[in-house]
């Protein structure tokens, strides 16, 4: 879900005065469908003739002597014409690709992160069909071979990013059927997998310092031509991967009135490989305490416990650092808190800790999905 249908929702074409490019055949945009089968690396890879698509990652970093660094490298591609045939000139534009970049400085207790914005002309952001090459200048994520490691690259004021992650199992489909509900009307839906836990090292550089380290990442990959709902404000999004196995994804899909859309589901995954979907009625999810951001005056929720009494799982997932806001006013143009998260609790009678990100959008300003 999370800050990716933002994409789909606020950018308007006239933004960034797009025209259709010579030559190109236009057809519908595709609306995520039941019955899809998912093939890789086959759908690692760009979907042009759907709307929207993103890329995300976030991780959790440590180096040698113990220093905690949160990261995120997101990609979004938003298509303008539903292109089936490449345009004759290379001058032509059909696609926009924004990007987004964060560091979570643990120990020095500060957030850093950058934004990128591309038409994708002249090579200077693109996604390639087939198999993972996405980027931006010099950002970029890339999959080597039909099933080699992921390679991160950003290069930002303040920090940089060189990771290589490695999948030890596969792709997560979420959702039934091969589509993953967003609301109750045609269309509200999307295509939707997750890598749950990539094996990740490689370096950061902060303030000029470069740090060798080394951890376990999470990726999204989601694409659909649907926009949030008339009712929804926005959403509360939670990944978690606990220690010596198991992860869990949840997405709240947020009224204005606060309540949740029926629409709102997760993915439970147990330690051996199980996929388990769950549905808005079978999960409960209450916030103990609040922050305000000074920059944006949004109040976002804090403090959050998750609980699935079906499973007898019961988790409580506090910040590891309170400021993890982005306002992007050159990409996205939304303002949205995703951070780092420590979580520790009881899965049947048995204590179980862990790592998650967390993503609250729609707090600073509502979604307009008309």
Sequence with gaps: MRVRLAVATLLSVSFFSVIAPAGAIERPFLDAEPGYRYAFPRDHGSHDRFRTEWWYYTGHLRTADGREFGFELTFFRRAMTPRVQPPRS???????????????????????????????ALGKAGAETG???????????????????????????????????TPHAPPVIHGHDGI???????????????LTRLE???????????????????????????????????????????????????????HEDGTFDPASSGTLIHADGRRQALSREEVRVSAAES????????????????????????????????????????????TYWEGTVAAEGRWRDRPVAGRGYVELTGYAKRFDAR
Aim: aromatic share 10%; no cysteine; net charge negative.
């Design 131 to 165: 198999g993972l090459r996405v980027w931006i200048d010099r950002w970029q994520a890339r999959v080597d071979g039909d099933h080699g490691a992921h390679r991160l690259t950003a290069d930002a004021d303040g920090f940089t990013l060189a990771l290589q992650l």
């Design 180 to 194: 993953s509900r967003k609301g109750q009307t045609h269309g509200q839906a999307s295509h939707y997998y997750s």
């Design 90 to 120: 290379r001058w032509a534009v059909d696609q926009l690709y924004l990007a987004h970049a964060a560091i979570s400085d643990l120990q020095a207790g500060r957030f850093l992160y950058a934004e990128k914005v591309s038409r994708a």
């Design 291 to 334: 922050w305000v951001s000074l920059r944006s005056g949004a109040r976002y929720p804090s403090q959050w416990r998750i609980e699935i009494p079906g499973e007898a799982l019961t988790l409580d997932l506090a910040p590891q650092l309170a400021d993890q806001e982005l306002v992007t006013t050159r990409s996205t143009r939304v």
């Design 200 to 254: 990740t090292s490689g370096t950061i550089t902060v303030a000029d310092r470069t740090f060798e380290v080394s951890g376990v990442s999470w990726m999204d990959h989601e694409f659909g031509s649907g926009d949030l709902g008339e009712r929804q404000v926005g959403w509360d999004w939670f990944s978690v991967q606990l220690d010596g196995g198991g992860e869990l994804m949840i997405y709240l899909l947020r």
